[in-house]
């Protein structure tokens, strides 16, 4: 048996000198940056042979690593801010990044809503903050080389706590800028505290024709009794490659739910990871994609029920227009002592073209024996008969289309509480809809 | 008006219509009566456009324009309403808003101005109240877990909104009970004009005492093979469809 070892490919060997020249400037302690980026380097950018990987090969997708990302001036972070559109005009606490890089100046630290306590990551990386030990609270991700890389380049974020009913909802803010590429990496800290209640808004977004990188974490503790409301949309531009991760920690009694919605990005990939740690806690994450072109997009999920009584639900829909690819994973694991789980999974894709691909790929593994589990996936086109009957009604076909389209992401987005992001979030599905015609 | 001239229809070469006439005037009501399998689904949606359906010779003639080559929306606005025999269940898309887009649909497309929501209430509120439909029903998603005399009612309801000047019911009588036909047919009655015609498709006479015709057309095979007064539904009723097969076998 001979010694294999891997060739390096010209994006690995790019990450591997964009680390060494960044370590020393990024914030905090550079042994376990080095130590995060010594177990990515040792298997480099996962590959279609890795199971996790075998629908998005980020070995083959990611041909260049672009040069991490600096702080833009103030300025340029002023134009950037007011040229964004997601979820404006709606009441929120802002949290602006812009290039990665928190706009301190465009937030008053000193006027916080009551019960919102909120510390920039890269001061509080510097200075060892203890809320950062609650850092990394699911081992799932831990183990992700994604979330690997994030660790090794993190360059900042914040870390927000909560400790009552947050009236208002937080809007994390993600605007890229800029037309070299840049590789962003930033990541966000939630800690719940027991029975308090918070909204959650994230928004991506950039230009068109910029070949951005960005690998945004999010981690979210929910402790006893609390309640966390997530909505995320991915309106970045069309040469962006935008890796995520969502790892999420649910005490008892505690409920979650999320939706992601995207129409941005050349290539995407959204993980969730989520844990159950305490009994009747509830989670309902959704997915709600559409692509066109030759848009990739992936949503990979994996939900442990880490105690009993814990229920969940996950329905990811996707649509797909052109030469797009579409990719479902998802994961429900029920260990041996999580008697009364209810897990229910689905994935749903509606083909609009001769060349759009979906992979679906749903899992159960389950070692209790009193537990109701469930997935399924399917890949239709639309409904000749309802596109007939729509069309005998006076409606064109564009529009019939439409109609059913918006029916069918509907389901996914409609269980969004706030009205105010529901109706942006209905409003960005439209405008998708109007760019086909 | 409408007039079809010999028309010639396939599915998957089967053959389904052979060479139909029929002329419906004005304010008229014609009945088509017909055993199961005789083509009378067929024509209704070769009519309304549906492009399962292979047309081989003839011509439909919509007030002297032959709507065969347009899209089934296109002949929606030109003022055709088919009222299905089996309405469809759109999960996802509430009743009201459907109704909204597809009025506003037609009127774009004859070049009129769209309804303001006030007047487009008032309009669905008053369609509503005839055929007795609850408000709640309306913002339910269309047809879904609509009982089938519900469904046949929407269809109603969307042909009293949208004022079409041809209406077919294709077997509008199936699966209602006695209420809902009654219901049904004094919504249909309601909208009988000078200048809106009927194809009443049924198996059987008991809708035609509801919606009386002023013409009954037989048809077995594809074609129209007897007319002629609301007696001769009476006359089919007594003596079934067995007399026109004879024919169609000699």
């Not at chain 1, 969730?272 to 990739?296: C, D, P, W």
Request: with cysteine; charged share 25%; hydrophobic share 45%.
């Amino acid at each position: 048996m001979s010694a294999i070892t891997l060739m390096k490919t010209p994006a690995e060997t790019a990450l591997a000198q964009a680390f060494e020249s960044a370590k020393a400037r990024l914030p905090g302690d550079v042994e376990s940056r080095a130590r995060a980026f010594e177990i990515f380097n040792r298997n480099g950018l996962p590959h279609r042979r890795v199971e996790e990987f075998k629908y998005t090969d980020l070995r083959a997708l990611m041909q260049v690593a672009a040069p991490a990302a600096v702080a833009v001036s103030p300025e340029e972070a002023r134009v950037a801010l007011s040229e964004a559109r997601a979820f404006a005009g709606i009441d929120v606490l802002r949290i602006p990044f812009v290039n990665g890089y928190l706009v301190e100046t465009a937030l008053a630290f000193d006027r916080l809503p009551e019960g919102i306590d909120i510390v920039p990551l890269a001061g509080a990386l510097a200075s060892g903050h203890d809320w950062l030990s609650r850092l990394s609270p699911v081992h799932w991700a831990r183990e992700n080389p994604i979330y690997q890389l994030n660790s090794a380049f993190m360059a900042d974020g914040v870390v927000i706590r909560v400790t009552a009913q947050a009236r208002s909802p937080v809007h994390l803010q993600f605007v890229t800028t800029g037309t070299d590429a840049v590789a962003i990496a930033t990541r966000v800290l939630v800690i719940v505290e027991p029975d308090a209640t918070v909204t959650l808004v994230e928004s991506h977004e950039s230009r068109d024709g910029t070949a951005h990188q960005s690998n945004d974490v999010v981690e979210l503790i929910a402790a006893d009794g609390a309640h966390v409301r997530h909505v995320r949309l991915n309106a970045e531009g069309d040469q962006v490659m935008a890796l995520s991760t969502l790892a999420v920690k649910l005490g008892a009694e505690s409920s979650f739910n999320s939706i992601n919605v995207v129409t941005g990005s050349a290539v995407s990939r959204h993980q969730v990871f989520a844990l159950f740690s305490g009994e009747n806690s509830t989670a309902q994450i959704n997915g709600a994609t559409m692509l066109k072109g030759r848009q990739h997009s992936d949503s990979t999920l994996i939900v442990e029920h880490g105690a009993p009584h814990c229920e969940s639900r996950e329905l990811f829909k996707t649509v797909i227009d052109d030469d797009a690819t579409g990719v479902f994973q998802g994961k429900i694991i029920v260990p041996p002592h999580a008697q009364k789980t209810d897990g229910r999974m689905m994935s749903a894709a509606l083909l609009l073209s001769e060349g759009g691909a979906m992979n679906n790929k749903p899992e159960l593994e389950i070692f209790a024996d009193d537990v109701q589990c469930g997935h399924g996936a399917t890949c239709g086109q639309l409904d000749e008969d309802l596109l007939f009957y729509l069309m005998a009604r006076g409606l064109p076909k564009v529009e019939a289309e439409s109609l059913l389209i918006q029916a069918f992401l509907g389901e996914a987005v409609e269980f969004v509480e706030n009205e105010s992001f529901r109706d942006a979030l209905i409003a960005h599905v439209e405008g998708w809809l109007a760019a086909r015609d | 008006m409408l007039e079809i001239k010999n028309l010639v229809v396939q599915i998957e070469d089967k053959r389904i219509l052979n060479g139909l006439d029929l002329t419906v005037h004005d304010g008229e009501i014609a009945a088509i009566m017909g055993p199961n399998g005789s083509g009378k689904s067929t024509l209704s949606y070769v009519i309304a456009g549906k492009s399962d359906y292979e047309v081989l010779d003839g011509e439909v003639l919509l007030d002297g324009e032959n709507i065969l080559e347009m899209d089934p929306d296109a002949r929606a606005a030109a003022g055709l309403f088919l009222a299905f025999q089996y309405p469809l269940e759109i999960p996802g898309v509430a009743s009201m808003t459907f109704l909204k887009a597809a009025l506003n649909a037609q009127r774009k497309a004859r070049g009129e101005g769209e309804l303001s929501t006030p007047d487009f209430i008032k309009r669905v509120n008053v369609a509503a109240a005839n055929l007795e439909i609850p408000r709640d029903m309306l913002k339910r998603a269309l047809n879904v877990g609509f009982s089938g005399g519900e469904k046949k009612r929407m269809e109603i309801l969307q042909m009293a909104l949208f004022e079409p000047t041809f209406c077919i019911l294709d077997e509008t009588d199936s699966g209602l009970d006695i209420d809902a036909l009654r219901i049904v047919s004094k919504g249909v009655n309601a909208l009988r004009a000078t200048n809106r015609s009927f194809l009443v498709i049924t198996h059987y006479q008991r809708l035609l005492e509801h919606i009386v015709p002023d013409s009954v057309h037989v048809m077995s095979s594809g074609r129209i093979v007897k007319s002629g007064g609301k007696e001769l539904a009476l006359e089919l009723e007594a003596n079934g469809y067995a007399d026109y097969r004879e024919i169609e076998a000699a």
